[in-house]
């Protein structure tokens, strides 16, 4: 990650081994993961006390304490009615500490949902998913579950704005938009992060505009969506992984801006 999107936090007391009731325990969500209740149950029948380990708590200024970390502990806790919890307690934090920490915890253990992590990563107030959430604003877009006014490939839109930039990231939604309106297809991931490769590679080469005209020309996204699926996947004997898919996406475009230019003026793939 460039070190414009690191997760930083100030220094802070923090204590280990601390005792807490879990009825006393408070949950912002906000700064939280959506809480599986489905997980938690599945938990619950297969508990072992012993096993629970550590949750990681914030002690706000006020003497309130949040969950950072465990709440599916917490409510296992609660669904099978132990009375506490062994905490590491972090002081003074306020809520978007919290989600920064939150993100620090979880980032090499069970990770959060992409979109969990985007409103977290909002709430924490870190420069990668504020810088998104600005360009997609510009556009009159949200991130959610995908519809004709939101984004739903949340790591998609976010590797673009951490590879090329917010800029970019703009380019390419209105770029994605003239060229076939603000449909469900429109948002694809590959779809998007093959135009914000094309863009960060030759985004200065580049008129927007006659490039959405030649890929709307082309075909309606939801048919350039079928063509780069199959020919990434090429009948099931390549790799057809999301990386494959905007390469080939990224491919296509390179095609389609070169065609009929001469060849002083084509873009190298």
């Known amino acids: 990650m460039p070190k414009k999107y690191v997760y930083e936090l100030r220094k802070h007391r923090v204590e280990h081994g601390v005792m807490i009731p879990v009825e006393v325990l408070k949950i912002d969500e906000k700064a939280q993961r959506t809480l599986n209740e489905a997980r938690a149950r599945s938990m619950a029948n297969h508990l072992v006390p012993e096993a629970l380990g550590t949750i990681v708590v914030s002690q706000r200024e006020n ?30 934090l306020d809520q978007q500490e919290e989600a920064v920490l939150f993100l620090i915890k979880n980032r090499e253990s069970s990770k959060p ?4 992590e985007y409103k977290i990563g909002l709430t924490a107030g ?38 090329y930039g917010p800029e970019t990231l703009e380019r390419t939604l209105k770029i994605a938009e003239d ?3 603000r ?23 580049v008129d927007d ?29 390549r790799h057809s992984g999301t990386g494959s898919r905007v390469s080939t996406c990224y491919t296509l475009l390179v095609t389609e801006w070169n065609k009929g230019r001469r060849v002083e003026k084509r873009i190298d793939v």
């Open 183 to 205: 449909t469900k297809e429109t948002w694809d991931g590959m779809l998007l992060g093959g135009i914000g490769m094309f863009l960060g590679r030759h985004g200065d080469d």
């Open 63 to 92: 003497g309130d304490q949040y969950i950072v970390d465990g709440m599916h502990r917490w409510h296992v806790c609660k669904l099978a009615s132990i009375p506490e919890l062994v905490a590491e307690v972090h002081h003074g």
């Open 209 to 237: 505009k006659v490039l959405a005209e030649r890929i709307g020309k082309k075909d309606p996204a939801f048919r350039w969506r079928a063509n780069i699926t199959a020919l990434a996947s090429a009948g099931g004997t």
């Open 113 to 116: 949902t992409p979109l969990d």
């Open 179 to 181: 060229a076939w309106g």
């Open 126 to 163: 870190l420069p990668l998913f504020v810088d998104t959430e600005s360009a997609l604003h510009k556009r009159n877009l949200s991130m959610g579950s995908t519809g004709t006014n939101v984004v739903g490939a949340v790591a998609g839109v976010l590797r673009i704005t951490e590879l």
